[in-house]
């Protein structure tokens, strides 16, 4: 089982950016797809972005696209999520998220070991 642990969430103006990271334990990191999701008190979980096991395909939510970047270090066994132009609606808690499924998932069901989550701000 993947451990997942996250960081760089905060507090953030609009238009500003913010990396977050997450360091996952060393085994089986590599054939894992990684996956960032949101979440918002009373309302689902949201998919952002995945990444697939190589690093070489990415996945985003329309929401997000051209503005956040996925990006994985295997060396150093860490995801990152970079987020620039943030926005209000940006404001969540966000959960690093692995999954044994190849390719890119995109389906919370499809991972199976979360981290904590690390709580983005985005004030106006």
């Known amino acids: 089982q993947v451990q997942l642990v996250e960081s760089g969430g905060g507090l953030v103006q609009a238009g500003g950016s913010l990396r977050l990271s997450c360091a996952a334990s060393?085994?089986?990191?590599?054939?894992?797809?990684m996956g960032w999701f949101r979440q918002v008190p009373g309302k689902e979980r949201e998919f952002v972005a995945t990444i697939n096991w190589s690093g070489g395909s990415t996945r985003y939510a329309d929401s997000v696209k051209g503005r956040f970047t996925i990006s994985r270090d295997k060396a150093k066994n860490m995801v990152y999520l970079q987020m620039n132009s943030l926005k209000p609606e940006d404001t969540a808690v966000y959960y690093c998220?692995?999954?044994?499924?190849?390719?890119?998932?995109?389906?919370?069901?499809?991972?199976?070991?979360w981290g904590q989550g690390t709580q983005v701000t985005v004030s106006s």
């Open positions: 998220a692995a999954s044994p499924i190849g390719g890119v998932p995109a389906i919370g069901r499809n991972f199976n070991a």
């Open positions: 060393a085994r089986t990191f590599g054939s894992y797809a």
